[in-house]
């Protein structure tokens, strides 16, 4: 079981680690790439990778505080640490996209910028593009594996980076289309402050979904349909006649179950904790890490 757990904690920090890394490639030449073109659209999303990095960074040190042991003070653990990392990932995220809904409208109906758009600036938003794809699959994949929800929180991120991305690239495609065509297409020229309003409700409508998860973990409500779940399971063990109040809490990457589980009366004490070890070992098979309590009445 430690050895387990120790691969857990390694893979988890291993994939924050390298989220981190190519976030902050990225960072560098958005931020070059936006200053150089004046591109609302690719500070938009620089600023959104800085808020990835944060969310990258926040995810590295939840998952190593999440995986440390239950202590005296703590004796459900510390998932919900990954919790509260995901929260502080929602509020960067909103004043991110609270920057950039404002700076958009200013140059849409206020203070036009002109926008040099280029090479350069479409070949950064495919580099960023590709770079979105791969993180947000192989951190998918860790954090379902793992059950850590910062991690997926980071991976949720990089997808809605890929649709941010595509957008931003759109409009520097009509930008571009803009200077060519004359005068009387100047109005394309605008695509740029459209595409980085886009880019913020995308980015705001998955930050409002990640923020209400995680608020209903800490809240400890039961995930949608497991309590029925672990009901049906208990119950096809022999000697179950039913199966009473189940209550379950999530905590990070840990499910924990409480259950009562209804015996024949003349059952003896011996044969009702087999039963009620029966209980647990199937349940424990369909929730995973965690703990699960049998209660046993006649």
Not at 115 to 135: F, P, R, T
Not at 137 to 146: P, Y
Not at 176 to 196: C, H, M, Q, R
Not at 254 to 260: C, K
């Amino acid at each position: 079981m430690t050895t387990n757990i120790t691969r857990s904690e390694q893979e988890k920090q291993r994939a924050s680690i390298v989220s981190v890394m190519v976030v902050l490639f990225l960072i560098i030449l958005k931020v070059a790439v936006g200053l150089l073109t004046g591109s609302l659209g690719i500070l938009a999303q620089a600023a959104d990778s800085v808020l990835d990095m944060a969310a990258a960074v926040l995810a590295f040190f939840a998952v190593r505080v999440a995986d440390q042991p239950p202590d005296a003070e703590h004796p459900y653990g510390h998932g919900k640490v990954e919790n509260l990392a995901a929260l502080a990932d929602v509020f960067l995220l909103l004043v991110s996209c609270g920057w950039i809904i404002y700076e958009a409208i200013q140059r849409l109906f206020f203070d036009p910028v002109a926008i040099e758009a280029g090479l350069w600036g479409i070949g950064v938003m495919l580099l960023s593009i590709a770079a979105s794809i791969w993180l947000s699959t192989f951190l998918m994949k860790v954090a379902r594996r793992h059950k850590s929800q910062s991690l997926e929180g980071n991976a949720l991120n990089f997808r809605t980076d890929v649709l941010s991305s595509s957008v931003v690239l759109l409009g520097l495609v009509l930008v571009s289309l803009s200077n060519y065509l004359g005068p009387e297409w100047a109005w394309l020229a605008k695509a740029d402050a459209v595409a980085a309003l886009v880019v913020a409700l995308l980015v705001l409508r998955v930050s409002l979904g990640l923020g209400w998860r995680a608020v209903a973990e800490l809240m400890d409500a039961a995930p949608p349909g497991l309590s029925e779940r672990i009901a049906a399971e208990a119950r096809v063990v022999p000697g179950v006649e039913d199966i009473g109040p189940v209550r379950v809490r999530q905590s990070g990457a840990d499910t924990f179950v409480d259950l009562t589980a209804k015996v024949g009366r003349s059952v003896s004490l011996e044969e009702a904790h087999r039963i009620a070890t029966a209980v647990e070992t199937r349940v424990t098979g369909l929730v995973g890490s965690g703990d699960v309590v049998v209660h046993v009445d006649p």
